[in-house]
T-cell receptor
Framework: LAKTTQPISMDSYEGQEVNITCSHNNIATNDYITWYQQFPSQGPRFIIQGYKTKVTNEVASLFIPADRKSSTLSLPRVSLSDTAVYYCLVGASIYKLIFGSGTRLLVRP | GAGVSQTPSNKVTEKGKYVELRCDPISGHTALYWYRQSLGQGPEFLIYFQGTGAADDSGLPNDRFFAVRPEGSVSTLKIQRTERGDSAVYLC?????????????FGPGTRLTVL
């Protein structure tokens, strides 16, 4: 499975847009890119998934360039409640999710 | 509807004891997963069930760990002769089990502490 690299931590302020970039240089043709969010004392929660170009839902946008070697999770106008750990996952398996250490996002007032 | 539930939420045991952790998946979900999460790390895959059978148990660390899902719904993760290194949060997830982009829904986890 493709290894992912993402920043250990990020700081932001309420109302700002946050972009978290994930590198996955060895992504395979069949691999999808999935992002999960995890709050303290809770299990991870699915945010968004994509294969190429751009995907948008009510929570976030996912930007994937043509070479698919990286992806960017975009959170518009973050609030304090967006403080969490964000995981970038890459793989073709729908059942064996491989999590890295994630990015700890802190949103300040 | 109800999400994935796990019991107990916390379990403290002594080294060498046997523990059972229970997972109630979302009703109708055919696939069930167990993960283990150590402090500061992402979840680590343990085992995956499709229906009653374990489709992939490659993540179980050793033969002290065993999981069952006898009726294709509730699952129990069993740990024998617990060790201090088993201390972690054990997460359960379930999914519809179909489609390339199947989404896993996680429970809140059971925090296991081995003294």
């Amino acid at each position: 499975l493709a290894k992912t690299t993402q920043p250990i931590s990020m700081d932001s302020y309420e109302g700002q847009e946050v972009n978290i970039t994930c590198s996955h240089n060895n992504i395979a043709t069949n691999d999808y890119i999935t992002w999960y969010q995890q709050f303290p004392s809770q299990g991870p929660r699915f945010i968004i998934q994509g294969y190429k170009t751009k995907v948008t839902n009510e929570v976030a946008s996912l930007f994937i360039p043509a070479d698919r070697k990286s992806s960017t999770l975009s959170l518009p106008r973050v609030s304090l409640s967006d403080t969490a750990v964000y995981y970038c996952l890459v793989g073709a398996s729908i059942y064996k999710l491989i999590f890295g250490s994630g990015t700890r996002l802190l949103v300040r007032p | 509807g109800a999400g994935v539930s796990q019991t107990p939420s916390n379990k403290v045991t002594e080294k060498g004891k046997y523990v059972e952790l229970r997972c109630d998946p979302i009703s109708g979900h055919t696939a069930l997963y167990w993960y283990r999460q150590s402090l500061g790390q992402g979840p680590e895959f343990l085992i995956y069930f499709q229906g009653t059978g374990a489709a992939d148990d490659s993540g179980l660390p050793n033969d002290r760990f065993f999981a069952v899902r006898p009726e294709g719904s509730v699952s129990t993760l069993k740990i024998q002769r617990t060790e201090r290194g088993d201390s972690a949060v054990y997460l359960c997830a379930s999914s519809g089990g179909q489609g390339v982009t199947d989404t896993q829904y996680f429970g809140p986890g059971t925090r296991l502490t081995v003294l």
